[in-house]
Nanobody, 120 residues
Framework: VQLVESGGGLVQAGGSLSLSCTASGSFTLVKTMGWYRQGPGKQRELVAT????????DYADSVMGRFTISRDNTGNTVTLQMNGLKPEDTGVYYCHADRVYDGGAPFELWGQGTQVTVSS
């Protein structure tokens, strides 16, 4: 089982980008999924999360009102729509799944990361 990310890139301040992450492999359920980011010289921080049934979303204060997280009907793909991007949004964005069930004990999973660069 792995998380495969796509999207990211270089954009000017005020622009938009969309990140997608799909859980692939053999599994039965992926619980809460989300995005974290790590800026240059900074610690990894939570950006947004969404529950498996999309009933609840959580956002960092710094992205509230600008970013929107969503999941598709299968629950296996999570998308982060980023609008009004700022230079401080620059960093490597990581997809995360807090619990993946594949018939054994649930486990945590991280994507490989995708670079987002916002120029001023």
């Amino acid at each position: 089982v792995q998380l495969v990310e796509s999207g990211g890139g270089l954009v000017q301040a005020g622009g938009s980008l969309s990140l997608s992450c799909t859980a692939s492999g053999s599994f039965t359920l992926v619980k809460t999924m989300g995005w974290y980011r790590q800026g240059p010289g900074k610690q990894r921080e939570l950006v947004a999360t969404i529950t498996s049934d999309s009933s609840s979303e959580d956002y960092a204060d710094s992205v509230m009102g600008r970013f929107t997280i969503s999941r598709d009907n299968t629950g296996n793909t999570v998308t982060l729509q980023m609008n009004g991007l700022k230079p401080e949004d620059t960093g490597v964005y990581y997809c995360h799944a807090d619990r993946v069930y594949d018939g054994g004990a649930p486990f945590e999973l991280w994507g490989q990361g995708t670079q987002v660069t916002v120029s001023s």
